[in-house]
């Protein structure tokens, strides 16, 4: 092979090498089982798919928010659910979420490779068996000691009767921990075998199922009481959870995956399950408790409402993450730890590089259209219970949180690479500083200084920073080296172009204000000024990537 091309790494190859007859064979077992080579080509495509998917589950997400607005606005109420909907899924990470996400995939596709369709399954079954014993044992402590639970999200306000109806809400809540566990699994196997559809469209069905609740909320309560529409919505979310659970597993059998549950403590697999998921504990902690500190911090600095503006904000915040880097991220990691577990390190290099380079290149632009429309954003959220204060709150807060977008969809490569490599103790350690500089900055700057919200917000941008230089230095040394101009190129690119587009963008906005008519009219002209100001954006950033060929644009356009 040309030395060029050793570089660049085997499975970035232009062309395929001549097949041998163990090549041969090979191909012959991935015809029957797709546990083979990894196949960069097909990140594109699979991402292309999880982004369409993904679109349309925003559309439902933000219809699901916008419901919520409507019902609940800014409101002691929405903080209640806000913190109570957001623990149970801390929990499952802090338990088993982390150890799930990191060292699932690999471990079962080594399984699958080396020991066959049988034994993959079997230890498939094992690990459900023991979620079934764990994740429901720990639903049931939540279910019945709700109040402590939503304690630790709340013990810096000092007043622990406001949180009564968010540990209400938790009861019904806390099954979910078990849920998204069991969807954890499902969704990894599916992942392994390159099959993304139901993993990404499954949060439809969910947001379907609480949309209808929000919108049953008005009434069921002018009928039979406040109480009972909480019930409604708490209830409906708790439903739609567990239909995103279940709606994956008719297409386990698609795969020969036909699990028996059961628990065997001496698995082989399990253990080095354990052992490769152990050091995620740490990291799980240290998220556990950063975010146990943002949300106390935002009821001291913002009584009632804090936990509220936080969670409207981030639906914008998420939106590009969920829509680049995400995806990107999910088809990546499939085809770095095939590359890892045959030690075909330059390959790795050469996708870790490339993948921070592209989630540089795409979600920096996206952080300034946020920065630039983080008003008209959240005009469309304005019915109902959220006010035009409510808005400004909101849309303050984004501008600040936009910054460490960037850093956010590079930070969860970087989680996902450190799992390919089967080494997570020096992620782990990074993650305790990251978290450190972010509770310290949230307390000093947040609460003691008393620069508020925004000081929470730039708190990300202190933990993602930390956490993203550790670890990129950590991977340099450990690969030998990485491709820092292909990253500078990304990053550079992005800021260039993406500037020009937040321009263009803010350009029309202003024009539309003053030649057709203000914001605030109705969300249907705030939606409308969106659409027709971030097509422009999105028109001189990436026509104009197109049209350079960028080499960030062009891997994702590759179709083979």
Known sequence: MPQEELKRGAHFAKESAPQTPSSEASSSRDDTDDMGSSDYSTVGRSAGLMTILTIVSRV?????TWAMAAAIGMSLLSSSYQVANNLPNMLYELVMGGM??????????????????????????????????????????????????????????????SMDTAAFMFRFFAIQILFYGLGSVFSGVLNAHRDYFWSTFAPVLNNVIVIASFMGFAPVSA???????IILI???????????????????????????????????????????????????????????????????????????VIAYARLWYTLPYALIAASLSTALYTELSHDAQEKDYDSVRTGISRGVAQMLFFLIPFALYLIVFARPLNMIYCAGKFDESGVTLVSEYLVYLALSLPLYGVVVLMQKSFSALLDMKPYSRYCLYSA???????????????????????????????????????????????QVKSILHGGFFGLLLGGLGAAAG???????????????????????????????????????????????????LRRK
């Open 100 to 161: 799930l996400v990191t060292a699932f995939l690999p471990v079962y596709m080594g399984v699958r490779r080396e020991q066959g369709r049988e034994a993959s399954n079997e230890y498939v079954g094992n690990l459900l068996g023991i979620l079934l014993l764990v994740l429901g044992g720990i639903s049931l402590l939540g279910t019945v000691f709700a109040p402590g639970f939503i304690w630790t999200q709340s013990f810096l306000s000092g007043d622990g009767g």
């Open 223 to 229: 009928q039979f009481g406040e109480r009972a529409g």
């Open 234 to 308: 708490a209830a409906g979310t708790t439903l739609g959870v567990f239909v995103q659970m279940a709606c994956q597993i008719p297409a386990l059998g698609k795969h020969g995956v036909h699990p028996h549950i059961h628990i065997d403590f001496k698995d082989p697999a399990l253990r080095q399950t354990i052992a490769l998921g152990i050091p995620t504990l740490l990291a799980t902690v240290c998220m556990f408790v950063s975010t146990s500190i943002t949300n106390a911090a935002a009821l001291v600095v913002q009584p009632e409402t804090g936990p509220s």
């Open 506 to 556: 803010a350009g029309v906005m202003w024009a539309l204000e003053h030649f057709v008519g203000a914001l605030g009219g109705s969300i249907l002209i705030s939606l409308g000024y969106v659409c027709v100001a971030g097509v422009v954006s999105l028109a001189v950033t990436f026509g104009l990537a197109v049209v350079l060929k960028m080499p960030e644009v062009s891997a994702l």
């Open 60 to 64: 439902t997400g933000f219809i699901r």
């Open 436 to 482: 450190i500089g972010q509770a310290g900055s949230v307390l000093l700057f947040g609460v003691v200084l008393g620069f508020g919200m925004p000081a929470i917000a730039l708190s990300y941008v202190v933990d993602y920073v930390i956490l993203v230089g550790c670890s990129l230095w950590w991977l340099r040394r450990r690969l030998h080296g990485l």
